[in-house]
C-alpha cells in the first residue's frame, strides 16, 4: 500500500550560497521523488519565527533565524511515498560532523566553527510539521 505525502524542503542559506541546490535538487530526484512546488524566497523574520516555533527560547533560537534570515533560501514541495520520513533520511541528522556518509548533511556540510545551524538542508518531520509548513512557506 502506498503511503503518498507532501513534505517541505528548505536549501538553507549555506546550501544556496555555496552552488548545492543543483546538487540537493539531483538527490531528491533520483531518490525518486517529485517536485510539486518551488521558490526562491528572502524569508522575512516573522515567517522564520512560526517555522521554528518550537525552539523559541532555546539558545540557539536568536542565531538560527539570523542564519536563515542572512541570504535567499529555495523552499520545495516534494511528493513521494513516505518522503517526509525519507527525506529526513536523505539529509541526515541534525549535526554535520557526525551526519552519516551518504547524506546530504553527512556528505556535503561540516561544522563549520561550531555553527550546527548550517546544514544545508530542512524537512518537515512529520505529516503535522508538513501540513503547517507547507501552509507557512506556499500559503
Ligand atoms: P533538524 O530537524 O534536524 O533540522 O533539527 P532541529 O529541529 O533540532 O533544529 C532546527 C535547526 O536548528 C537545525 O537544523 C540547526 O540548523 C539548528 N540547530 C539545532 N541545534 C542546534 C545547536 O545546538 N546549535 C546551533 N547553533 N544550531 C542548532
Ligand atoms: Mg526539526
Known sequence: MT?????????????????????????????????VDIKLVQAERTLLAEHYA???GKPFFEPLVEFMESGSILALRVAGDRVIEGFRALAGTTDPTTAAPGTIRGDLGRDWGLKVQQNLVHGSDSPESAARELALWFA
Not at 538553507?12 to 521523488?33: F, Q, T
Open 3 to 35: 503511503n503518498v505525502q507532501e513534505t517541505l524542503v528548505l536549501v538553507k542559506p549555506d546550501g544556496v550560497a555555496r552552488n548545492l541546490s543543483g546538487e540537493i535538487l539531483r538527490r531528491i530526484e533520483a531518490k525518486g521523488y517529485s517536485l
Open 54 to 56: 518550537e525552539h523559541a
